[in-house]
């Protein structure tokens, strides 16, 4: 299990469990195969371009977001619910404890979801979020980044995450992001911009696939119908 | 920048600055295949992961109540608090819940009863100044494995832990001498995985991150 305290991101200190976790043997139960049940989502729900439109377009870069769901062994994830949220443009973001000094945008919610498509692969539609400020530390800047749910097939395929974009002058200060202390893993969360999967005339691409645990590190059965 | 305290991050002795963590990559580091690791789910998730009872215009999708109308099995309440190792109530936690039905069967396509079997629920849906506690109104599981003891699953997050913890909810009319994960705790902590009565049909489950009784986390 990785660590769950990192000092640097202060409220760790209060919050991680102070004590390992307990390592079971013989697993969970026999939830294992547990394939939770969503309801269905609306298309728009994958566009934050209009999900949140209410007299207008959103300001900001148009920008898609797109990738894969696989399991350590490389086969697709499909049926798992992805949900995004992140900050709009000009790094504000609508949660109402927020009080950064930056612009609500009317026609922006910054939210999304969508389930992943028979051979993994999901893709958002969205505006580029800014970066913003925050308190841990004198001058603590968030790199953009969004923010991503996902719930695959059993309990071993829950995943919280941020997704990063590459470039990004702040990475290299903020404790979040480093929190993950290895760089070669950390660095699975910066986005690939893909000028192959750029839209021409439209919007930038950028790619981030995603790779989740087996279903309690054991392989799915073969044949069996995930979609 | 007083607003920033109401991020609940600003350390008000700390005139430290900015750290940079770029002298561990010694020139251009690429990623390595592999799991995705997970970072925090952050203060602001609200809008996005549990709209509806924090009155955010986005259609809910999760529920806090599981147990509709045709759903079969004994109702019941489940409420809690999050707890710091202050003893502070955490007002921006997200609480999920993974369950078996009363026949002790885990959901794996659609039911006509409507049952999914998960929900989930924020701390901080009255404001963070309220009674930040979290709610569910379910069915009381039935034991999914033979000799093992009733249930329910929860998926604890929030500002200020890196990875999602998961735990387990016992109920304490149930028999637990013989449950497979309980025997795996030690005998001192076992108290934290037990819900108490709170009434007909009401129990509370309090989570506590740290402390004497720090709530146990499995890894799975």
Redesign the interface.
Same mark, same amino acid.
């Given at each position: 299990?990785? &660590?769950?305290?990192?000092s640097?991101?202060? $409220?760790?200190?209060?919050?991680? +469990?102070? *004590?390992?976790?307990?390592?079971? &043997?013989?697993?969970?139960?026999?939830?294992a $195969?547990?394939?939770?049940?969503? +309801?269905d *989502?609306?298309k728009r729900d994958a566009d934050l371009t209009i999900?949140?439109r209410v007299n207008g377009d959103p300001i900001g870069e148009r920008i898609v977001v797109e990738g894969r769901l696989t399991d350590?062994a490389g086969r697709p994830v499909p049926g798992a619910l992805i949900?995004?949220?992140q900050a709009n443009a000009a790094g504000r973001?609508?949660?109402?404890?927020?009080?950064?000094?930056a612009p609500l945008d009317p026609n922006f919610?910054?939210?999304?979801?969508c389930i992943s498509a028979a051979d993994g692969s999901y893709r958002f539609i969205t505006i580029k979020p800014g970066s913003y400020?925050?308190?841990?530390?004198?001058?603590?800047w968030r790199p953009a980044h969004i923010?991503f749910?996902i719930f695959g097939a059993g309990?071993?395929q829950?995943?919280?995450?941020?997704m990063y974009f590459p470039g990004d002058p702040t990475l290299?200060?903020?404790?979040?992001?480093?929190?993950?202390r290895d760089?070669?893993?950390?660095?699975?969360?910066?986005s690939r911009f893909s000028i192959e999967d750029t839209v021409p005339n439209w919007a930038h691409c950028l790619k981030f696939d995603?790779?989740?645990?087996g279903a309690?590190?054991t392989p799915f059965e073969e044949g069996h119908d995930h979609g | 920048?007083a607003?920033?305290?109401?991020?609940?991050?600003?350390?008000a002795d700390?005139?430290?600055?900015?750290?940079?963590?770029?002298y561990?990559?010694t020139g251009a580091?690429?990623?390595?295949?592999?799991?995705?690791?997970?970072?925090?789910?952050?203060?602001?998730?609200?809008?996005?992961?549990t709209?509806g009872p924090?009155g955010?215009?986005?259609?809910e999708?999760h529920k806090t109540d599981l147990a509709g109308a045709d759903v079969a099995g004994e109702r019941i309440e489940i409420i809690g608090h999050v707890f710091?190792?202050?003893g502070?109530r955490?007002h921006d936690a997200v609480i999920e819940i993974?369950q078996?039905d009363a026949s002790g069967t885990?959901?794996?396509?659609?039911?006509n009863d409507g049952f999914?079997?998960?929900g989930r629920c924020g701390t901080?849906a009255q404001g963070?100044d309220a009674d930040t506690h979290f709610k569910f109104r379910t069915v009381k599981p039935g034991a999914?494995?033979r000799g093992?003891a009733p249930f329910v699953?929860l998926?604890v997050?929030?500002?200020?832990?890196?990875?999602?913890?998961?735990t387990r909810m016992y109920f304490p009319e149930d028999d637990l001498a013989r449950d497979?994960?309980i025997a795996?705790?030690p005998e001192t902590r076992r108290g934290t995985l037990v819900a108490k009565n709170a009434g007909p049909g009401r129990y509370r489950f309090d989570i506590r991150?740290?402390g004497p009784e720090?709530?146990?986390?499995?890894?799975?």
């Open positions: 299990m990785p &660590e769950t305290a990192f640097d991101y202060k $409220s760790t200190a209060t919050r991680a +469990p102070s *004590l390992e976790p307990v390592k079971l &043997e013989g697993g969970w139960d026999n939830s $195969s547990l394939r939770p049940v969503w +309801p *989502l609306a999900n949140g350590e949900e995004i949220w973001y609508v949660h109402r404890e927020e009080m950064h000094a919610l910054g939210a999304g979801r400020p925050w308190g841990n530390h004198r001058n603590a923010h749910s309990l071993a829950r995943l919280v995450t941020q290299r200060y903020d404790p979040i992001f480093n929190a993950t760089a070669r893993i950390r660095n699975r969360l910066i995603i790779c989740l645990a309690y590190g | 920048m607003d920033m305290r109401d991020f609940g991050e600003m350390d700390d005139k430290g600055g900015v750290h940079d963590y770029s561990e990559d580091v690429d990623a390595s295949p592999g799991l995705t690791p997970s970072q925090t789910v952050g203060p602001f998730f609200a809008y996005g992961l709209p924090y955010y215009a986005f259609p999708i710091d190792r202050d502070v955490v993974v078996a885990y959901v794996h396509a659609p039911r999914t079997g998960f901080g963070k999914s494995q093992a699953t998926i997050t929030m500002r200020g832990l890196l990875n999602h913890m998961i497979p994960v795996q705790v991150m740290q720090e709530t146990v986390f499995f890894d799975l």
